[in-house]
């Protein structure tokens, strides 16, 4: 099975749900920026306190920001997988993280793309009810998704990695469709 992989999807598709159950079945380091960036924010740090004003308008924390957050959690990347959960979310951080990788000598084996139509997207998120999941929010995050993130799906398709898997249904059924493609 394919172990050194990204989820990328538009918010709400379930990356993180996912990426938490495939990297406890399978021992693969889970690296979600959401969570590192919301941990920033509960401790109350400088980096937190930048981040979390963006976050609760729905727009993207800087790159340069989450880059330093993500090579740091990088220095612990073993031979037992890790799967980068919502990160890259721009071309600038999927530029960044090739020679980061390089270095390490772990290229990417697959980009697995959560694929879900909007209006089940905004239900789950307004059912989520974090501090980032209001209507308006919502939206804005769906622009940013689709002007920001979604330029990255071509980016993975040309590179041959990038593997579409319906993210609709009950959260086990999305686990056994995405479990198989990695074979
Ligand atoms: P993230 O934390 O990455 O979260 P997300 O995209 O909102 O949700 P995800 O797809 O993980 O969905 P989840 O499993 O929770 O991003 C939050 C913010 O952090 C961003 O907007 C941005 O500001 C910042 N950020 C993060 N990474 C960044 C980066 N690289 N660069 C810049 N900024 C960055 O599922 C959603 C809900 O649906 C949950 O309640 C879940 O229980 C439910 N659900 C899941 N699967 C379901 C199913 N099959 N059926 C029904 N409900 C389901």
């Known amino acids: 099975m394919k172990t050194r992989l990204l989820f990328l999807g538009p918010p709400g598709a379930g990356k993180g749900t996912q990426a938490a159950r495939l990297c406890e079945t399978n021992g693969m380091k889970h690296l979600s920026t959401g969570d590192l960036l919301r941990a920033e924010v509960a401790a109350g740090t400088a980096l937190g306190q930048e981040?979390?004003?963006?976050?609760?308008?729905?727009?993207?924390?800087?790159?340069?920001?989450?880059?330093?957050?993500?090579?740091?959690?990088?220095?612990?990347?073993?031979?037992?997988?890790?799967?980068?959960?919502?990160?890259?979310?721009?071309?600038?951080?999927?530029?960044?993280?090739?020679?980061?990788?390089?270095?390490?000598?772990?290229?990417?084996?697959?980009?697995?793309?959560?694929?879900?139509?909007?209006?089940?997207?905004?239900?789950?998120?307004?059912?989520?009810?974090?501090?980032?999941?209001?209507?308006?929010?919502?939206?804005?995050?769906?622009?940013?998704?689709?002007?920001?993130?979604?330029?990255?799906?071509?980016?993975?398709?040309k590179k041959g990695l990038l593997l579409s898997v319906a993210a609709d249904g009950s959260v086990e059924e999305i686990t056994e469709r995405i479990s198989s493609t990695l074979i």
């Open 51 to 157: 981040a979390e004003t963006v976050m609760n308008r729905g727009e993207l924390v800087s790159d340069t920001l989450v880059l330093a957050i993500v090579e740091n959690q990088m220095k612990s990347f073993s031979g037992g997988g890790w799967l980068l959960d919502g990160f890259p979310r721009t071309v600038p951080q999927a530029e960044a993280l090739e020679p980061l990788l390089k270095d390490l000598n772990q290229p990417i084996q697959a980009v697995v793309l959560l694929e879900l139509d909007d209006a089940v997207l905004i239900q789950r998120l307004l059912a989520r009810g974090r501090a980032d999941d209001n209507e308006n929010v919502i939206r804005n995050r769906l622009e940013v998704y689709r002007e920001k993130t979604a330029p990255l799906i071509n980016f993975y398709r």
